[in-house]
């Protein structure tokens, strides 16, 4: 049975941009490649016989966790509802959060280099709790900096102490 | 709105410290140093007095002394002290402090200034500390600790009394009220008033009920220390080598052996020391933990502060039924806690009794007579389902499917949820239960990884300020998790909003 917490109302979800899957399938390949080229190298230094085993493991969980890209990235969603900021994702491991806004210590939007060429962001809502921080990857820059404009006014109507 | 002042320094104007303040803070490590250069010297100045000179001429000292140079060294020597007490003198004018109706704010630095400012309706805690020398001079630390990572704002050093009435005029201010209190004339005749302080508990009787509502007794803080770990580490790592030398006459084993047996000795009886006085009570600005035999430690904790409770018995303390109390805090103290420990432990060992009173303390908000039986539940309940799958102890406990995950603590593992807080009671072998007051969660989550989707359960966590106690709890059943998920994530806002506990006293009658 999958996980469906909140009221399975599919429409509400606000998903991540389509854009978002190449931005990950190039950092996962660069960082697959990265890996499996340093897991030759107990091979070359021990000569296992089985040592060319190693890389080709790695190099196939590379490449099913970049196959997966497009649905994980599809999994990604966030409703605002009319208290608290609810995000979700994951495929295998799924996550749903609830964060309050009046507990919102501060938003942050961030870019990376391929994601700025695509015009996407990156958005960092921060609590006081280290594990509570919702980050919502490629959604394009202008509603990136729209919805945090939303969540700090709503954040400020909601003010909580600590 | 005008708050009368009590003390001389709450009114708004810049002040200084205690006089001794640059003795207590680097004075000691200057007689240090002067005691290493003398002992080292030792010989030298006798053989100079009794023999009419140094004996050996290996040294740069005897080159001084045949040279002549004596008097330059002297002169040298002098002009050193006077800077140093100069710029002793010198940081003590320029630290200053101030407290107005909003801030605390501390002004220090010769050179490089730096300046503090911590808002009043931000603390977390205040803390008075007496080492031994400080107490000797009367004087006391104040340390006001705020949110976040070593954002405290430190008073060292205050008059003993001063510090108290300070504190009390802070919380106070904190507090939202808008009464000034009867200004009890806190005079004393000197030399009394020193030894009385010298001796008086930790407590001020003034403020607090005189009866902290735990006692610490000798035979229960031995025993809980003989059975925790460190106990069980300093005895692996005792008997082991000397066993280890008995079987081989090989001597390094006994050379291991030492080390270990200062380390873990010294942990041991400073926790000890520390945890003989210690005293916890309620006031009417929050809870007030005292400790330490020579060197003292008196903290408070306004009402509201305590993000999670976490109450846990070791396996090795349940026959003697004791339990330990932690916390987590917005705010980390330099100061240590009672036991030696961080400052997050609140009960080092107690019995049910004991766990009880300090529930009534920490979490405000449970003292009906259901919660309280709800909590009692949660610490010693076997817990268990009636066969319909219907709660027997009030608690929402782990479905029988969840034994793949849960091997002992099934019928233990479960939640509840009552008005402004979540209890997760876990460990059959270890037991647990972690208490969060939802106004002060900050968010909650519910997590399915696969093995857990083909079992169909999941795991909750509410996430709170970092600590020692991280309440989360697995093998739940998926579809009693969702709907738990929901109603938690209402209630923190719910209770969130209507949360008033950071300023306590607003709701009084304005004078």
Request: proline residues 5%; charged residues 20%; glycine residues 8%.
């Amino acid at each position: 049975m999958s996980l469906e917490p909140i009221d399975t109302d599919a429409t509400a979800w606000r998903r991540v941009s389509r854009k978002y899957i190449v931005v990950d399938v190039v950092s996962y390949t660069i960082s697959g490649v990265i890996l499996t080229g340093i897991s030759v190298i107990p091979g070359l230094i021990f000569q296992w016989s089985f040592g060319w085993a190693i890389p080709v493991v790695v190099g196939l969980i590379s490449l099913v966790v970049i196959a997966l890209t497009p649905r994980r990235v599809r999994a990604i969603g966030y409703q605002l509802r009319d208290d608290d900021l609810l995000f979700r994702r994951g495929l295998a491991w799924q996550r749903f959060v609830a964060v309050p806004y009046g507990r919102m210590q501060l938003v942050d939007i961030n870019r990376g280099p391929l994601a700025r060429a695509l015009n996407l962001s990156e958005l960092r809502f921060v609590t006081a709790a280290a594990s509570s921080t919702v980050v919502i990857p490629g959604i394009t820059s202008e509603e990136a900096e729209s919805l945090r404009d939303q969540l700090v006014s709503l954040a400020e109507s909601r003010r909580a102490g600590l | 709105m005008s708050v009368a002042p009590t003390t001389r320094f709450t009114d708004g104007e810049w002040h200084r410290l205690h006089p001794a303040t640059p003795f207590l803070r680097g004075g000691l490590t200057l007689v240090a140093i002067v005691g290493i250069i003398a002992v080292n010297l030792r010989d030298v100045i006798i053989n100079i007095i009794f023999e009419g000179g140094p004996g050996r001429d290996d040294d740069a000292l005897v080159w001084i002394t045949e040279n002549g140079f004596v008097g330059l060294l002297l002169l040298g020597v002098l002009v050193l002290i006077a800077l140093l007490v100069l710029g002793f003198y010198i940081s003590w004018r320029m630290h200053t402090f101030r407290i107005t109706d909003e801030v605390v704010e501390v002004r220090s630095g010769i050179l490089f200034r730096t300046n503090r400012k911590a808002r009043l309706d931000r603390i977390q805690g205040i803390n008075i500390q007496r080492p031994f020398l400080a107490r000797l001079f009367s004087a006391a630390r104040l340390e006001v600790n705020v949110a976040g990572q070593d954002a405290n704002v430190r008073l060292d050093y205050l008059g003993s009394t001063a510090a108290d009435d300070l504190r009390r005029d802070i919380l106070r201010l904190a507090s939202g009220t808008h009464i000034a209190p009867d200004s009890t004339g806190a005079t004393d005749a000197a030399a009394a008033g020193r030894i009385a302080e010298l001796l008086a508990p930790e407590l001020d009787p003034a403020l607090a009920p005189p009866q902290s509502v735990v006692t610490m007794h000798v035979g229960r803080l031995l025993g809980s220390i003989v059975l925790s770990g460190s106990a069980f580490f300093l005895l692996v790592f005792t008997v082991g080598p000397i066993l280890l030398f008995s079987f081989t006459g090989e001597p390094v084993a006994l050379v291991v052996v030492l080390p270990a047996i200062i380390g873990m000795g010294s942990f041991v009886v400073r926790r000890f020391t520390k945890s003989l006085r210690y005293t916890i009570a309620g006031t009417s600005d929050g809870i007030r933990v005292g400790y330490g035999l020579f060197s003292t430690s008196n903290e408070t904790l306004p009402p509201g502060r305590i993000h999670a409770v976490q109450i846990s018995q070791p396996l090795l303390w349940r026959p003697a039924g004791w339990w330990e109390i932690k916390l987590n805090r917005a705010s980390s103290s330099h100061a240590q806690g009672a036991a030696g420990q961080a400052n997050t432990t609140i009960l080092p060992v107690g019995n049910l009794a004991d766990v009880k009173r300090v529930l009534e303390l920490v979490l405000p908000a449970l003292v009906d007579e259901p919660s309280i039986a709800l909590l009692e539940r949660g610490l010693t309940s076997r817990g268990g389902s009636s066969s319909d799958g219907s709660s027997l102890d009030g608690f929402e406990n782990s479905p029988p499917r969840a034994r793949v995950l849960l091997w002992f603590a099934r019928k233990r593992n479960g939640y509840a949820h009552t008005s402004g807080a979540v209890l997760l009671r876990s460990g059959v072998i270890w037991r647990k239960l972690v208490v969060v007051p939802l106004a002060r969660a900050q968010s909650i989550s519910i997590e399915q990884g696969p093995l857990e989707r083909r079992l169909r359960l999941a795991e909750v966590r509410v996430h709170t300020v970092a600590g020692p106690v991280v309440p989360r709890l697995g093998g739940l059943d998926a579809e009693a998790a969702s709907a738990f998920f929901r109603s938690v994530a209402d209630d923190v806002v719910a209770s969130g909003t209507s949360d008033t506990a950071h300023r306590w006293r607003s709701n009084e009658a304005s004078a």
